[in-house]
């Protein structure tokens, strides 16, 4: 043990004490005694409630999730409740969890403190998604709330996003303000953990109806495109997680009658056992969906992830076969459609806007621009989206949907989170409007680019895992932020965007700007003279780094576009190579 950091030893003999279980005491024992290399990871800090809340690997330590960090955690976020509503005769929160290992037993570990520190408690029966926990803090009129998830991590992982009375996950000044509370709470004798019962109100069925009638409220925006269509083919799997009932309930009220399933993937079961990763962005997840797809002859493939926050989709080529689309091209079909609709019903007045993170394709600027809604840009994380959308909503403007490239996208504002159930609801509406016009979705894709331009992105994540992984990556942004490139592919950097110092330098290293957002940020982007950019940064949620590459050419007609295409694919492949990437 003498090459350990004491520090590591410190906290894991802490952990030794009667403040502490006897079965985790035993692991934490085993631990020190027979594997150094776990003891480190698990011990070597303290699991950070960051910006989101919490996520991380399941197991004893202070840098895992379990139920001391989740009640510790939790005791910190109650503790500043308290601060920041002192005249409430009762603060009130809202819980949720998905369908990970161990979810229910920490959702109920985080109503009873709650409830133990005289908090009225409204803590959802069964899984649910986390879109409609956003809901539920709104309608129920909750100051705060919890989603028990890790999203589309691997099985390994459980995390808690801690959401604010607006129903988005908290931003500045509450991030921070929560952290520094969270900090204080250094042993479980703080925290309340028995809990008080009465304070805990068990909801479910009555708060669906309530809010799949506000999903209702904003679809079906060409009712008779869907009445004439709704026989089409469409395949969902909710990936073992929280869609499983709700996505199929909203496309039946809008209309859609051939809905396929994939059976044994509408098991929940925080195991993934048919995935290698229950993440819709990898084509290796919507593989069974696919399989039925063409056995079915289907029309469009829908997954969401395991909390139902996120949807990814594959539709069918020329050749019939089907392709994964990115959370880009998404996100553009239904922007595009929302705005057609808007203004074909005369709905944009001029005082419409939408929102996509700077990391986002810059066809939604094009887009937004032919139709004049007004688009902004905000960082990556869909509660700046969120933030962005009540600020100016509170200038008097209408927000009428935004999304990011990693597969989120809502519309609406009723839920201040991104929302995969009212999105499956979107999807699956123009999959109906473009096979009344006898195309696919991605005809209607290939239809944009002609209109807008071809924007092909990359996206290549490098992983680093543990703390050895966690100060390479930091290492690589200081040598980027040192020694920047000065070119792409041939084309000179023209710009340089600095998120963490907020700069926008030109080549010869001259501030152009400064850039208007709420807070710094580890991202760094290069503009180069072709219209090329490329984004790096450290992942907030998983132990990687991020390299965001999207290139641009006209597309003059369709018939051009595998030639384009491979034009694109192979600028792409040459920036990755000058990155090292591959």
Not at 106 to 130: C, H, M, W
Not at 164 to 180: C, F, R, T
Request: proline share 4%; net charge neutral.
């Amino acid at each position: 043990m003498s090459t350990i950091d004491t520090n590591i030893i410190e906290r894991a003999t802490a952990w030794l004490s009667s403040s502490y279980d006897v079965q985790t005491q035993a692991q934490v024992k085993h631990l020190l005694q027979n594997d150094e290399k776990e003891l480190v990871e698990s011990f070597y800090q303290n699991l950070e409630f960051g910006t989101g809340g919490l996520r991380g690997i399941m197991g004893v330590g202070t840098n895992r999730m379990n139920k001391y960090t989740v009640g510790m955690a939790t005791q910190g976020l109650a503790n500043y409740l308290k601060k920041s509503f002192p005249t409430l005769p009762q603060i009130k929160v809202a819980i949720s969890h998905d369908c990970r290992n161990n979810s229910a037993e920490f959702a109920q570990i985080v109503a009873d403190v709650f409830s133990g520190n005289g908090f009225k408690v409204y803590l959802f029966e069964s899984l649910r998604p986390t879109p409609e926990l956003s809901f539920a803090i709104k309608e129920l009129g909750c100051q705060s709330g919890v989603m028990v998830t890790a999203s589309h991590n691997p099985k390994e992982y459980n995390g808690y996003k801690a959401y604010w009375s607006d129903g988005a996950q908290v931003n500045a000044p509450h991030d921070a303000n929560i952290i520094e509370e969270v900090n204080k709470i250094s042993d479980p004798s703080q925290v309340s953990f028995a809990g008080l019962p009465a304070n805990i109100q068990k909801i479910g069925t009555n708060v669906d109806e309530i809010y799949l009638n506000k999903i209702m409220s904003l679809l079906a925006l060409n009712p008779q495109v869907i009445a004439k269509q709704k026989d089409i083919k469409l395949v969902y799997t909710p990936l073992h997680g929280c869609g499983v009932k709700l996505v199929p309930e909203i496309l039946k009220r809008l209309g859609f009658t051939n809905l396929i399933h994939v059976p044994e993937q509408d098991v929940n079961d925080g195991n993934f056992p048919t995935v290698q990763s229950p993440n819709p962005e990898e084509p290796t997840a919507l593989k069974l969906a696919v399989d039925k797809a063409l056995a079915t002859g289907a029309d469009v493939v829908m997954a969401t992830d395991p909390d139902a926050d996120r949807v990814g989709i594959a539709v069918r080529n020329g050749k019939g076969e089907f392709v994964l689309l990115n959370g880009n091209q998404t996100n553009s079909i239904l922007t595009e459609y929302l705005f057609m609709r808007w203004q074909e019903a005369g709905k944009l007045k001029g005082k419409e806007f939408t929102v996509k993170t700077i990391v986002s394709t810059g066809l939604l600027d094009r887009i937004a621009a032919a139709f004049g809604v007004e688009l902004f840009n905000c960082y990556t994380g869909f509660k700046y989206i969120a933030e962005t959308a009540i600020r100016e909503e509170a200038k008097g403007k209408t927000f009428i949907g935004g999304g990011e490239e990693s597969f989120g996208f809502n519309i609406g504002s009723f839920v201040r989170d991104k929302d995969a159930i009212v999105t499956c609801g979107l999807i699956a509406e123009v999959a109906a409007w473009a096979k009344d016009q006898g195309k696919t979705l991605l005809d209607i894709l290939l239809d944009i680019y002609v209109k807008y331009g071809y924007y092909k992105e990359k996206q290549i994540s490098v992983v680093k895992k543990g703390k050895e992984g966690l100060e390479a990556i930091q290492q690589m942004m200081k040598d980027y932020r040192a020694n920047p490139p000065k070119s792409f592919a041939g084309s000179p950097v023209k710009y340089y965007y600095d998120y963490q110092p907020l700069t926008k330098l030109d080549h010869k290293g001259r501030r152009a700007a400064v850039l208007d957002y709420p807070g710094p940020s580890n991202v760094l982007q290069y503009e180069t003279e072709d219209g090329t950019m490329i984004s790096v940064r450290p992942s907030g949620t998983e132990p990687k780094i991020k390299f965001y590459f999207s290139v641009r050419e006209e597309l003059p007609s369709v018939a051009q576009y595998a030639e384009v295409t491979e034009k694109l694919d192979q600028k792409n492949n040459v920036i990755a190579r000058e990155l090292g990437l591959q």
